[in-house]
């Protein structure tokens, strides 16, 4: 399985850091806000690794670090291979994650590969199936990665992108006891853009945004808006 896009240069995507991101293919969710659409799908052209390996090579010293995103990363089997081939060349590595392969994460953990995870917290359990697009899904793996996050010594993030059709009061209220503990969460204004699966979906208004903040900032240390 091979990455199926790439961008070459991020401010945005590893905190404080200059970062090259890999797409994954495919993902297990159908998130209908999702901004990667191809990639989620698996409708974009596979990136042969050793031409990846050889751009990385090209930018030791220029970037920090890169970041393992998706699709799901942790669908694919040849992720850890991946990472430490990228890691040997002395780059930071994130990972983000919807959260579903807690085994996949743990090992990872362990293994001393991981130097930051950014992982997807969509909605309260009860909305949770909706807003991913799944008929059916289980939670508790993703209940277990919160956990493995919480208790890991290394950097991380929870983030949630908010949409006026899938984000209530009431949801947001319940969010809270699927995140309590964690000390940083940001609330993303979701942008209706090319590649999105589900055309014609809106943004919360910042004060809305703000007032979801307010919410769980009584489960999260820290809560911030990213976008407004």
Do not use: W
């Not at 942790?74 to 085994?103: A, Q």
């Not at 009061?169 to 590649?195: H, N, P, W």
């Amino acid at each position: 399985m091979e990455f199926v896009g790439i961008d070459k240069f991020s401010l945005l995507d590893y905190e404080e850091k200059v970062s090259v991101v890999l797409f994954s293919p495919a993902c297990n969710f159908r998130c209908p806000f999702c901004h990667n659409g191809d990639s989620v799908l698996n409708s974009n052209t596979p990136i042969p690794f050793k031409d990846i390996l050889s751009f990385l090579k090209s930018r030791v010293g220029l970037i920090d670090a890169v970041v393992f995103t998706g699709g799901e990363p942790t669908m694919m089997p040849e992720l850890e291979e991946r990472i430490r081939e990228v890691k040997k060349l002395g780059f930071l590595i994130k990972l983000d994650t919807n959260g579903t392969h807690p085994t996949v994460l743990q090992h990872l953990l362990d293994e001393g590969l991981l130097d930051y995870v950014a992982m997807d917290i969509k909605n309260s359990e009860k909305e949770y199936a909706k807003t991913t697009g799944c008929k059916v899904l289980n939670l508790e793996n993703i209940k277990k990665s919160i956990k493995i996050l919480l208790n890991s010594p290394i950097s991380s993030e929870f983030r949630t992108t908010l949409v006026k059709e899938f984000h209530t009061t009431e949801s947001i209220k319940e969010m809270c006891d699927l995140i309590r503990g964690a000390k940083k969460l940001y609330l993303q204004k979701f942008v209706d853009r090319e590649g999105v699966i589900q055309k014609g979906l809106h943004d919360i208004s910042i004060e809305e945004a703000n007032s979801f903040k307010d919410i769980l900032s009584e489960a999260v240390t820290n809560v911030e808006l990213r976008g407004y």
